[in-house]
């Protein structure tokens, strides 16, 4: 028999989508494994109270970064998988050198994962981490904005833009950098140290600390005094999304251009809408639509807009009518209870949709 | 004999309800409580079905002697039942989607079995969990070859019923993958072959993945060792077979488990739902092992309640239900696994026989009753 004639390919394909050799080769190092990306926890530092700093050292097969994106890490907590992405912290020159990442992490106050974090992960464990990807990194075919820049971080907004300037220090040191950094108070100054050796490694950055409680929130005068010719600058924005959504607001006012604003969104997501009156769901697949009526179930409501999903017992049993859910709150129909935010997987028979739903598999 | 000894109706609208909602109650309470320890349960459950998997394989294929062969046979066919039992059953019936873990989703998990796990949801998660023993309606009572009451009409073909019963152990993973084909509609004209045309690709699709595994490609791994292997695969999976035919039937098929009409449970609410479950099912009392090896079907009354909770809780969600039967005067049908299933094999044998009233009785001088 020939090589040829054995079908190795498909076999192999197989094989890498085994889970028994998945566990095999996990068992021997789990980043041998085939389906995943795992990462070693190498430490865990505190930058202040509430915001910690993961090392980590992602397998071999994991692909790499680009300065200012983002990685998926996935936790356990209480036998919940729960997945969060979080900002690199470092530069891709700091992972080729050592073959380490960071990411910082701030606690989110009433958050299920982030307050956990430094007592769920234990130094010398593995977690599970994505691919990195996003879109807030240099620009490189822009020339026209890459020669002065303008970067305001809020909070641990602060963490792409290390990643970032981490970069440019080490490629184009002479950039005409201005750094706006707002935190509340000193107590919450995230890398002090690398703040204050900044101004050292470039030649043209100018570094500003404001503190909030002390100075008030950002203005479209002090923002302005700050940097005055924003207009001309590529800005790199990080922060809540309140903030964010103000310095996009005043930038535009002064003549920025939306092509030069680069942001990313940080913290919680914005408070879910208690229901008032009906509401929209909306069936991602299809492109359907429906408003939501008094006490109806999701099922209902999809048979209601022209679908027809797939269902059995229609009495909360036989979890047939399992949809995924993109977006939104949803209430049990029996308990009343609300359904959980990471449960994307719902039984439609028994939910009721409070407030607009997005239903990604119908 | 009458199997129908205890009739729906014998609570009041009250009692009822109240008992509805003391069993809302023990499903509740076991929901909220959900965490680490039935993470580490089921994830556990995968480590040792993986490892009895591997070692099986292992020792049947590498193994020189009749003894490690055995051996292998043995670690195979536990593997298989525990993938089938604790893990792929509970999975599938959503036991653990609030893990949020994509390897232990009800709606995408797939099983080491013959039976397409989209069919086995749907007949198996809706249709037999909703409508349970009631006649006509679940066609997991007696699968359609067995007659197992006075309730339904006795045929000839009857007489032979107990061959059949051990054909279907025998070959179960094939009976269960072939039962959403419906044999008895369409010998009856009321479903056709056409219909069934979607089915029977995907029973085409999975039942070949399950037989390349097991009889084409770890046996030619083994080169000149194919035969060995072949046949070491298979025992491990008339063992499977034979086991969770066994416990299935212990389930539903005891002496006292009921059967219902359609008519009675016309409209019924949760609570009489609930009431029905508990009156059709039967459990089994044994070591911890028999527990783990008959993925807490031993608890078929408490997973007949509340399929979706992780069945490892059964044991300790008994005790409520329990004293919830007892307060409201309800039979709780148990026993040991031994007496249990020699109940339902009487039953088995009972129901092939055609009832008392019956012509051939008379002439028949064995059958005949004094």
């Known amino acids: ?362 | 004999m009458d199997m129908r000894t205890r009739p729906l109706n014998l609570m009041t609208v009250t009692e009822l309800e109240a008992f509805g909602k003391e069993l809302d109650g023990i499903r509740e309470r076991a929901l909220a409580d959900l965490g680490d320890r039935d993470a580490r349960y089921i994830r556990e459950m995968v480590r040792l079905q993986k490892q009895a998997e591997i070692a099986g394989r292992l020792l049947i294929h590498l193994g020189r002697s009749p003894l490690t062969w055995g051996a292998g046979v043995v670690s195979l066919s536990v593997s298989k039942i525990l993938e089938n039992m604790e893990i792929g059953h509970n999975v599938m019936h959503g036991q653990y989607d609030w893990m949020n873990d994509p390897s232990l989703q009800s709606q995408s998990y797939e099983w080491d079995t013959a039976c397409d796990a989209e069919s086995w949801r749907r007949t198996h998660n809706y249709e037999h969990h909703t409508y349970t023993n009631i006649l006509g309606k679940d066609r997991d009572y007696g699968y359609a070859i067995l007659r197992l009451s006075e309730e339904e009409e006795w045929k000839p073909r009857h007489l032979l019923q107990f061959g059949n019963y051990v054909l279907l152990s025998v070959f179960f993973q094939w009976g269960v993958a072939l039962h959403e084909l419906e044999f008895d509609k369409l010998r009856d004209g009321s479903v056709t072959l056409k219909e069934k045309i979607p089915f029977l690709k995907r029973f085409a699709r999975k039942g070949l993945k399950q037989f390349g595994k097991d009889y084409l490609l770890f046996p030619a791994l083994a080169g000149p060792g194919a035969l060995k292997v072949a046949a070491g695969n298979g025992l491990a999976n008339l063992g499977r077979n034979l086991w969770a035919s066994t416990i299935i039937f212990c389930g539903h098929f005891t002496e006292d488990a009921q059967v219902f009409t359609e008519a009675e449970c016309e409209g019924e609410s949760r609570a009489q739902w609930y009431y029905r479950q508990m009156l059709g099912s039967s459990n089994f009392t044994g070591g911890q092992w028999l527990h783990t090896l008959s993925g807490h079907l031993s608890y078929q009354i408490e997973h007949h309640l509340f399929p979706d909770v992780p069945a490892h809780r059964y044991p300790e969600m008994s005790v409520e239900v329990q004293a919830v039967c007892e307060k409201y005067n309800i039979p709780y049908n148990t026993g040991s696994f031994g007496h249990q299933y020699l109940t339902v094999l009487k039953r088995v044998l009972r129901s092939s026989l055609p009832p008392e009233d019956h012509p051939l009785r008379k002439r028949i001088p064995f059958l005949r009753r004094n």
């Open chain 1, 1 to 362: 028999m020939t090589s040829q004639s054995i079908p190795l390919q498909p076999l192999l394909r197989a094989a890498t989508r085994s889970d028994t050799l998945d566990f095999v080769l996990s068992a021997i190092s789990p980043q041998f494994s085939l389906k995943r990306h795992m990462a070693r926890l190498l430490a865990i530092r505190e930058e202040c109270p509430g915001t910690h700093t993961l090392l980590l050292q992602p397998g071999a097969r994991w692909g790499g970064f680009i300065a200012g994106q983002h990685v998926g890490i996935t936790v356990d907590v209480n036998g919940v998988r729960y997945r969060r992405t979080y900002s690199l912290s470092c530069s891709p020159q700091y992972y080729e050198r050592y073959g380490h990442i960071t990411l910082t992490i701030k606690s989110v106050a009433d958050g299920r994962v982030s307050p956990r974090l430094a007592e769920v992960l234990q130094v010398g464990s593995y977690l599970e981490i994505s691919a990195a990807s996003g879109e807030f990194v240099w620009q490189e075919d822009k020339q026209v904005y890459t020669e002065r820049t303008l970067m305001l971080a809020a909070g641990s907004g602060i963490t792409p833009i290390r990643s970032l300037l981490d970069e440019l220090c080490e490629s184009r040191p002479q950039q005409d950098v201005v750094l706006l950094v707002y935190v509340r108070h000193a107590g919450e100054r995230i890398f002090k140290q690398w703040l204050e050796s900044l101004p050292s490694q470039f030649s043209h950055l100018r570094l500003e600390i404001r503190y909030t409680d002390q100075e008030g929130e950002i203005t479209p005068e002090n923002l302005l005094a700050a940097c005055p010719d924003l207009s001309e600058r590529e800005l790199f924005v990080c922060g809540p999304q309140g903030f964010m959504d103000k310095v996009r607001q005043y930038t535009l006012d002064h003549g920025a251009q939306v092509a030069q604003i680069h942001q990313e969104s940080f913290g919680s997501r914005p408070q879910r809408v208690v229901s008032s009156g009906p509401a929209t769901v909306s069936f991602q697949k299809s492109g359907k639509s429906i408003r939501s009526t008094d006490g109806k179930t999701l099922l209902e409501l999809a048979e209601l807009a022209g679908l027809s999903p797939k269902y059995g017992c229609r009495s909360g049993i036989c979890h047939e009518c399992k949809c995924q859910r993109g977006s939104g709150s949803l209430i049990h129909a029996v308990t009343g209870q609300p359904i959980p935010d990471e449960q994307q997987q719902v039984q439609a028979c028994i939910v009721i949709p409070d407030g607009d739903v997005t239903i990604n598999s119908l």
